[in-house]
């Protein structure tokens, strides 16, 4: 099977500063990667993916980082604002999606 | 026009009753989901149906009884609630099942249940 966890439950984070969000999994055959971002009161959202032929993908404020040899992933937030209070998990794809324990991200204004 | 809903948003009931959360996407997908949350805010899977075919049933209580009358929909029967059932409850969907090796999956979900259980 597949573990996925976080090594951080909680994160505080200064307005304007970058956050980074780590996560481990097991499964050296995993190959497609997912972030996503929970609200308060909401369900999950995709926040960005990578597969595992990539180790960086970058979108808007977001990066992801893939380091398949230590099978690490982290999602780089950048200049953090209030409205990235949430918890976040990462996911790993095999022949069904596994969740991570998620972080619970909260920005100090 | 939301891609996934489900109703009611909040559930709230006495232990012993039956209840029912209905899932209904409209993104066409061939595979919808049912996880549970706990207050710890972890993502458990339950049920997976693929084209109104179960193919992942985890370990869950038989008195959870979910049904799929077409890919659409995606229902979650709970008979004889227990106060362990309290949790927010997620329907979820994918274009198709995913596979190791295959085209890049996303789940897309819904708004959420909170089950109350007293």
């Known amino acids: 099977g597949e573990s996925v966890g976080l090594h951080l439950p909680t994160l505080s984070v200064q307005e304007g500063d970058n956050s980074i969000i780590n996560c481990a999994y097991s499964n050296s055959a995993s190959d497609y990667f997912i972030w996503y971002k929970q609200e308060s009161g909401k369900g999950p959202q995709f926040i960005i993916d990578?597969?595992?032929?990539?180790d960086k993908r970058q979108g808007q404020r977001v990066t992801v980082l893939l380091n398949k040899t230590v099978k690490h992933l982290s999602l780089q937030i950048a200049a953090t604002q209030p409205g990235d209070s949430a918890v976040y998990f990462c996911a790993v794809t095999g022949n069904q999606f596994y969740f991570g324990t998620g972080t619970s991200l909260t920005v100090i204004p | 026009d939301t891609a996934v809903s489900q109703t009611p948003k909040y559930l709230v009931t006495q232990m012993g009753n039956d209840k029912s959360i209905k899932c209904e996407q409209n993104?066409?997908?061939?595979?919808m989901y049912w996880y549970k949350q706990d207050s710890k805010k972890f993502l458990k899977i339950m049920f997976s149906y693929n084209n109104k075919e179960l193919i992942i049933n985890e370990t869950v209580p038989n008195r959870f009884s979910p049904k799929s009358p077409d890919k659409a929909h995606l229902n979650l029967h709970i008979n004889s609630l227990e106060l362990g059932d309290s949790a927010v409850y997620f329907c979820a969907s994918s274009r198709t099942i995913p596979i190791t090796g295959g085209l890049n999956e996303k789940l897309f979900f819904g708004s959420g249940t909170q089950l109350s259980v007293l």
């Open positions: 990578i597969r595992s032929n990539m």
């Open positions: 993104l066409g997908h061939d595979t």
